[in-house]
């Protein structure tokens, strides 16, 4: 299958300004057109690993980012996101555009795939079994995440959405760029000092903003569901001694479910593959502040 | 115009979809996305026994979105049940109109269709009641504007949308199917008593047959929105596919459409459902309503406007003249709902003293 690192710097922004560029996104199929230099760079770097499809392919989202035209167009350039022609966020500014198709992609994903029930969640597999680490922002929970599979040698799944498929129970991957936030973005490029990260995008709503690649490894294998292995809650809190507090399944079910995209939407069915979850992953309350005894932690799940 | 968009055919012949490769599936769920008849096309083609012949992907959209439709009708049945815990004691039923009438008695259109508020239609005389009642139960007025006040409750034919205040759900409150500025008026008192009652539905009636598509064409054929243009004339043609079984349909529909003086909007409804999902009419229901038809060059016009609008809106729909057509029809749709006078007045007044206030949802 040909990756989109065939392309040339000057094809990947021809097929985005022209035809649009069919990209494999694990699970799913993106078509993106854009004729905006950022998002080309960044995609050439970040996706370069990424299956390229034909301009015939079915494609379950279809995507635009250009920049809309009005006055403002030469004071302060913005971006736009059309879902298939219709736009559904506010503009933004024009360096945040690359973001912008990231969070853009996630809510498609998110808002439609509806035969999984979705975490805002990490996940990341180690042996056949995979961690979901379902966190508010600022918990720490992407740092960790980019931690465990830039160093950890866990598998990416995804940084930020969970899949439950809703016939088996069993994890569906989407490895995707990982989100790094302020700090965390220095803290990364010292911890995995081979990391490819996105230039950093500042004044985003979510603050300083970059991506880091997801390992090869983990998009050659986006095929490969994975079993829920562990439910685990982080928490990042400066100076604090590592602890690893069991959690009663019944806190798990609830605190997941108030972390799920579609879980009211999905009814009975959605209760149902939640249940699965914890009946089979224990739920952990975790709180950490170096990484390196984080990371020993879950090697240590992942033997047991 | 474009050749005939791929959902238009597939809407009329489902058995069309087994000969779709990858690019026409694609481009197939996107009008019907942009349509917002994604969950209808499912329904359409499980009821036609082709479901399990669509490729995984596309069919796994369609199970997206019939996952969220099952939700939907779920989720109206709750409402609607909380609408009539609501009027409990005031001795009127609910009388659900369109979208919520369609679920709540499982007929044709109802599955699968999405839509964000429910209609009611309660007496004007007991209106006061209504409102007070719902708004015990935590539905508030969303429009606060004086102005907007005054346009709801004295030119239209239904109170300002209300919000339930937790559950977020709409509810709009008509004594009427269109407002009292409007040249036509149809009775709301012989709707109201043509009635039927919901099975296992205690206090809840839709609109009789003939009624129901009267109003479903009114509806569609006054306004100047038609952003879910298709999906209302879908409504119509399945309607008429569902009840047209019954020959008595038929024979009462022309009538019954003379005496509530909606014969203009039926003659539009049945055209445009023929033209564009070869819905079969009667010739003898055509013949009368003969007299109902526009002057030969006004209807012209009308097929060139509404042959546009009522496409998905979506780029592969429709020419460069679509984005006129939608705008004659929006001031069509103004026109129709006021005398001119008053329309002016109006428009004026959105147009100057409205923007000096932070601005509300437009009215």
């Given at each position: 299958m040909t990756a989109v690192a065939s392309l040339s710097p000057a094809q990947l922004r021809a097929a985005l300004a022209g035809p649009g560029l069919t990209l494999g996104t694990g699970r799913f199929t993106t078509r993106l057109h854009s004729p905006i230099a950022s998002v080309a760079d960044s995609i050439g770097l970040l996706y370069a690993d990424y299956p390229l499809l034909d301009d015939t392919a079915f494609a379950d989202f279809h995507l635009q980012l250009t920049r809309p035209?009005?006055?403002?167009?030469?004071?302060k350039p913005q971006v736009t996101l059309l879902y298939d022609g219709r736009s559904l966020f506010r503009p933004l500014p024009l360096d945040q555009a690359y973001p912008m198709f990231e969070w853009g992609l996630n809510w498609c994903v998110s808002s439609r795939a509806n035969r999984y029930l979705i975490v805002h969640a990490a996940v990341v597999e180690k042996n056949g079994r995979a961690a979901i680490l379902p966190a508010?922002?600022?918990?720490g929970k992407s740092t960790l995440c980019a931690a465990l599979v830039g160093r950890g040698g866990w598998r990416l799944l995804s940084d930020e959405l969970t899949m439950v498929r809703l016939d088996d129970g069993l994890l569906v991957p989407l490895p995707r760029p990982v989100s790094l936030k302020n700090g965390a973005i220095d803290v990364i490029r010292a911890y995995v000092p081979d990391a490819t990260l996105s230039p950093p995008v500042t004044d985003t709503v979510k603050g300083t903003v970059a991506h880091m690649k997801a390992p090869g490894t983990s998009v050659a294998r986006a095929g490969e569901t994975a079993l829920p292995g562990w439910v685990i809650f982080p928490r990042y809190q400066a100076g604090a001694e590592l602890t690893a507090q069991p959690l009663a399944r019944a806190d798990t079910f609830m605190e997941l479910a108030a972390n799920c995209f579609n879980y009211s939407l999905l009814a009975a069915a959605g209760f149902e593959a939640l249940a699965g979850v914890v009946e089979s992953a224990p739920g952990w309350r975790f709180t950490y502040s170096v990484l390196d005894e984080a990371l020993a932690f879950f090697d240590g799940l992942a033997r047991s | 115009m474009n050749d005939v968009p791929l959902l238009l055919q597939a809407l009329r012949r489902?058995?069309?979809?087994?000969?779709?490769?990858d690019a026409a599936w694609d481009l197939l769920l996107r009008q019907a996305g942009a349509a917002n008849l994604m969950a209808t096309l499912g329904h359409l083609l499980d009821e036609h026994g082709l479901f399990a012949r669509v490729p995984a992907r596309p069919r796994e959209h369609l199970d997206w979105a019939g996952m969220l439709a099952r939700r939907h009708r779920q989720a109206v049945r709750w409402e609607v049940r909380l609408i009539r815990q609501a009027l409990d004691?005031?001795?009127?039923?609910?009388?659900l109109l369109k979208g919520a009438a369609y679920s709540i008695t499982g007929l044709?259109?109802?599955?699968?269709r999405l839509f964000s508020d429910i209609d009611i239609l309660v007496p004007e005389a007991r209106l006061a009641e209504a409102e007070a009642a719902l708004m015990l139960a935590g539905w508030a007025a969303t429009h606060h504007d004086a102005y907007d006040q005054r346009y709801y409750r004295e030119?239209?034919?239904?109170?300002p949308p209300m919000q339930h205040l937790r559950r977020e759900s709409m509810i709009d409150v008509h004594h009427?199917?269109?407002?009292?500025?409007?040249s036509a008026r149809p009775d709301s008192a012989l709707l109201r008593a043509a009635s039927l009652p919901v099975a296992g539905e205690p206090e809840v009636r839709v609109l009789a047959p003939a009624d129901m598509l009267l109003h479903s064409a009114v509806h569609l054929f006054s306004d100047?929105?038609?952003?879910?243009g298709l999906r209302d004339l879908v409504d119509i043609h399945r309607l008429l596919e569902h009840f047209g079984t019954d020959a008595r349909f038929w024979a009462q529909l022309v009538p019954r459409a003379r005496q509530l003086e909606l014969t203009r909007p039926l003659f539009y409804a049945l055209r445009y459902a023929a033209m564009l999902l070869g819905t079969n009419v009667p010739a003898g229901v055509t013949d009368e309503l003969a007299?109902?038809?526009?002057?030969p060059t006004l209807l012209a016009l009308m097929d060139a406007l509404f042959r546009r609008a009522l496409?998905?809106?979506?780029?592969?729909?429709?020419?460069?003249?679509s984005p006129l057509a939608r705008f004659l029809l929006y001031v069509r749709g103004n026109w129709l709902r006021m005398p001119p006078l008053l329309l002016a007045r109006h428009l004026f007044h959105k147009a100057t003293l409205s923007l000096r206030k932070p601005r509300q949802e437009a009215a």
């Open positions: 035209l009005t006055h403002r167009r030469w004071l508010p922002p600022g918990s | 489902p058995a069309l979809v087994v000969t779709l490769d004691g005031l001795g009127i039923p609910v009388l044709p259109p109802g599955r699968g030119w239209m034919h239904e109170l009427a199917i269109l407002p009292k500025t409007a100047g929105e038609y952003r879910n007299d109902a038809a526009p002057a496409l998905p809106e979506h780029d592969s729909c429709g020419d460069w003249l």
